[in-house]
């Protein structure tokens, strides 16, 4: 299987998103990257790594002559993905049908979607260790359309002061890692409930861990510690870098304008092609952290 490099990706996503390569052949890298970064939220080294695991990933699978997306596949949705633009736009970037921007769009963030289980791992079954405190916890919320068969009050988010979707993204406070991603949930759960859920994160937590989180999870004091004014500074110290580390990654999901713009695919799908959108979205922010950018350190 022959690698497509980094080079590649950043050569082929500035012309199909319509820089004159002519102009910019005596540029600088730095420059062309510069330019990506005007398109696209990953960079083109993240792009690579992740084709050629989508690539390995259908290779190992059982049927792997289907559904194999082209680098051109990889490149319009990640520019979808950070962008968000409508169809007819993708389509006339492309010089594709919107049919078939539609169609190969799906196909190709489900294959990002699949590496979940390889990117998003949860790594205290097999590695014990001793740590007490062992990953931060929050909820963060998409607006969307609210949903005309099921309207409800239970959509509504305060953040947005409308109706949105909520997901639980936890973070390994010593690893560079994204660990458990649950949801989409209504907006009008709290971040509290959707912890309780069975099968949930709560019931994930070894014996005699503690989890880092905000005021929202306030009443779990054997699992969760959250801000309290009897701890000593360093452990406030403590506590409040890995909360803050928590918000960056949250920050970082919402450079992709799928996410942070009001989702519009009002379609009886429409929570399950979200929820393939936001683990595609967090998919690439572990690449990025694994690759060039890693959280800070607590």
């Known amino acids: 299987m022959d690698v497509v490099t980094a080079d590649d990706f950043l050569y082929l996503g500035l012309r199909m998103v319509g820089w004159n390569l002519n102009k910019l052949a005596q540029a600088t890298n730095q420059t062309k990257l510069n330019k990506w970064k005007v398109d696209f939220v990953p960079s083109p080294d993240v792009c690579s790594k992740l084709y050629n695991d989508v690539r390995q990933h259908i290779l190992n699978s059982q049927n792997p002559e289907s559904n194999t997306p082209t680098v051109s596949d990889i490149i319009m949705s990640i520019y979808w993905l950070s962008n968000y633009p409508i169809l007819p736009v993708l389509a006339r970037i492309w010089k594709l049908s919107e049919k078939t921007c539609r169609n190969r769009l799906k196909n190709t963030i489900s294959l990002i979607q699949a590496l979940k289980q390889e990117k998003i791992k949860w790594i205290w079954n097999e590695n ?23 309207p409800s009050s239970q959509w509504f988010s305060h953040k947005f002061n409308g109706p949105a979707l909520a997901y639980e993204v936890a973070i390994s406070i010593f690893h560079n890692k994204v660990v458990w991603i649950n949801g989409p949930f209504k907006a009008g759960e709290s971040d509290q409930q959707i912890f309780h859920k069975p099968g949930g994160l709560k019931e994930k937590i070894p014996l005699g861990k503690i989890v880092v989180a905000d005021k929202g999870y306030t009443g779990e004091p054997q699992i969760i510690s959250t801000p309290n004014p009897y701890d000593t500074n360093e452990i406030k110290k403590f506590k409040n870098r890995a909360r803050a580390r928590q918000e960056t990654f949250n920050a970082r999901l919402k450079r992709f304008a799928v996410l942070a713009d009001r989702f519009r695919h009002g379609t009886k799908n429409e929570m399950a092609f979200h929820k393939s959108c936001f683990e595609a979205c967090c998919i690439l922010c572990q690449y990025e952290i694994e690759t060039s950018n890693p959280l800070f350190t607590v």
């Open 128 to 150: 014990q260790t001793d740590e007490i405190f062992i990953l931060t916890v929050d909820g963060t919320h998409c607006p969307i359309k609210e949903p005309r068969k099921d």
